[in-house]
């Protein structure tokens, strides 16, 4: 199955997209998201469905009665010519985290913690849940007391040594901050209402999945 270089493009963006976001797409946020005109969006929906590569459900708004909405979502299958692979979603999604963090102000990254965390419910992608959690994490260290940030920036900086601890290690800072009160108290509810199901998607990832997370948690270090 062979697709145009501008099908290609667009097919990539919307499953970056819907793996974002965990939920399926009407046409006129992908549009919007894609940054192309909604009859572009749903004309290209169809023609990559038609292609196996997207199908459309039905659904409707409201308990009352009213017309169904068409949404998207990826069938699974993937062509030859585009990358679908887990590590195409994470890098674009890694990507962005840390080009929005090249804004080191702190209302700007205390905004876009916020945000992450918004969304990192609705995920059921464990790459991007894992990766929105211990940013958001990593994220608030800086604000903290100086004598805890120094020392949870310090403790942090070790265990990255043990990239197959890391990960295991970081919800637990959360934890250790909400007990002795130094953390924002809405933020690290939310990191233990999610910790649960951040377990339980770190155990189903793959050793080489855990190390890109581990390696960007270095990345995001750099720019703190």
Do not use: C
Not at 48 to 59: F, M, P, T
Not at 110 to 134: C, G, S, W, Y
Request: without cysteine; positive net charge; aromatic residues 8%.
């Amino acid at each position: 199955m062979e697709l145009t270089r501008r099908q290609k493009d667009f097919f990539n963006r919307f499953l970056a997209l819907y793996e974002k976001e965990g939920i399926s797409l009407h046409y006129t946020i992908v549009a919007k998201h894609l940054g192309v005109g909604k009859v572009t969006a749903y004309e290209m929906l169809r023609s990559l469905e038609k292609k196996g590569l997207i199908k459309a459900n039905y659904v409707r708004s409201g308990s009352g009665p009213g017309r169904a909405q068409v949404v998207f979502l990826p069938t699974g299958k993937g062509p030859e010519n585009a990358d679908t692979t887990w590590e195409a979603v994470w890098k674009e999604h890694k990507d962005k985290i840390l080009e929005y963090l090249q804004d080191n102000s702190r209302a700007s990254r205390i905004e876009f913690r916020d945000q992450l965390m918004a969304k990192t419910a609705k995920l059921n992608n464990p790459t991007i849940f894992i990766t929105n959690m211990v940013t958001a994490l990593l994220i608030s260290v800086p604000y903290l007391k100086e004598a805890y940030r120094e020392r949870i920036l310090a403790g942090i900086r070790r265990v990255t040594e043990r990239k197959e601890s890391l990960l295991s290690i970081l919800p637990g800072i959360a934890l250790a901050l909400l007990g002795a009160e130094i953390l924002d108290h809405g933020l690290a509810t939310e990191m233990i209402r999610n910790v649960t199901a951040y377990h339980e998607y770190l155990a189903t990832l793959p050793a080489e999945q855990k190390t890109k997370i581990a390696e960007f948690v270095e990345e995001v270090l750099m720019l703190l």
